[in-house]
């Protein structure tokens, strides 16, 4: 089955920085990647998805870019601000029938005033 | 709109005590989700229920059992509760399989 690492735990960066977090997917059918946001004590929020048919997408200060054959995908966020720290998951739709999302373990971002 | 609505959102419980966690959506969503949470192990996917009146095992279904009572509620029992399955369990919905999962705001539950 689908397997995705989330290989940095903790990022912090100062605010108007720019943040990275990058994922490692294993199941080359997998076609949807999203990245939800958690802030303090609430449930995760979709921020911005893409699917396998294209490289790259972004929504503002939000971008997120898919290597296929590398299998990773990346969230990009620009001019960070306090109200950018929580914690990050992404997520791999796994193929085949069962179609079942498989998140990585998140990364909280601190971004220091 | 309340969304998904999650009940209750604490719980202490005894091993070997049972218990059900309750879901509501009020989104006419298809699909529903039931994750827990555990520190560095990330969002586990335990079952989910495609649409009304099918369910299905996920990552982590041991111990668990679930209903999908009619399209909007979807509910998880812990049948003999053990302290593994102290976690942060979060209800989610979405209109379709693969699509935007709606988060309810999470229960914590406890197992001494």
């Given amino acids: 089955g689908e397997n995705v690492e989330q290989h940095l735990s903790t990022l912090s960066v100062q605010e108007g920085d720019s943040a990275v977090i990058k994922c490692t997917y294993s199941d080359s059918a997998s076609n949807y990647f999203p990245w939800y946001k958690q ?3 609430k449930g995760p929020q979709l ?5 396998s048919n294209v490289g790259e997408k972004k929504d503002q200060r939000i971008a997120v870019t898919l290597n296929k054959t590398a299998k990773h995908f990346s969230l990009h966020i620009t001019e960070t601000q306090p109200e950018d720290s929580a914690v990050y998951f992404c997520a791999a739709q796994g193929g085949g029938a069962t179609n079942k999302l498989i998140f990585g373990t998140g990364t ?6 | 709109n309340a969304g998904v609505t ?3 959102k604490f719980q202490v419980l005894k091993t070997g005590q049972s218990m059900t966690l309750q879901c509501a959506q009020d989104m006419n969503h298809n699909s529903m989700y039931w994750y827990r949470q555990d520190p ?4 586990r996917l335990i079952y989910y229920s ?5 369910t299905d095992k996920g990552e982590v279904p041991n111990g668990y059992n679930v209903s ?3 399209k909007r509620e979807f509910s998880l029992r812990l049948e003999s509760a053990a302290p593994s399955q102290t976690s942060v369990y979060f209800c989610a919905s979405s209109e379709v399989i693969a699509g935007e999962l709606f988060f309810g705001e ?3 539950l406890t197992v001494l």
């Fill in chain 1, 39 to 41: 802030e303090l004590g």
């Fill in chain 1, 47 to 51: 921020i911005i998805d893409i699917r």
């Fill in chain 1, 108 to 113: 909280l971002l601190a971004v220091q005033p």
């Fill in chain 2, 6 to 8: 999650q009940t209750p």
């Fill in chain 2, 40 to 43: 560095g192990m990330g969002l």
């Fill in chain 2, 50 to 54: 495609a649409s009304e009146g099918t």
């Fill in chain 2, 68 to 70: 999908r009572l009619n």
């Fill in chain 2, 106 to 108: 999470g229960s914590r």
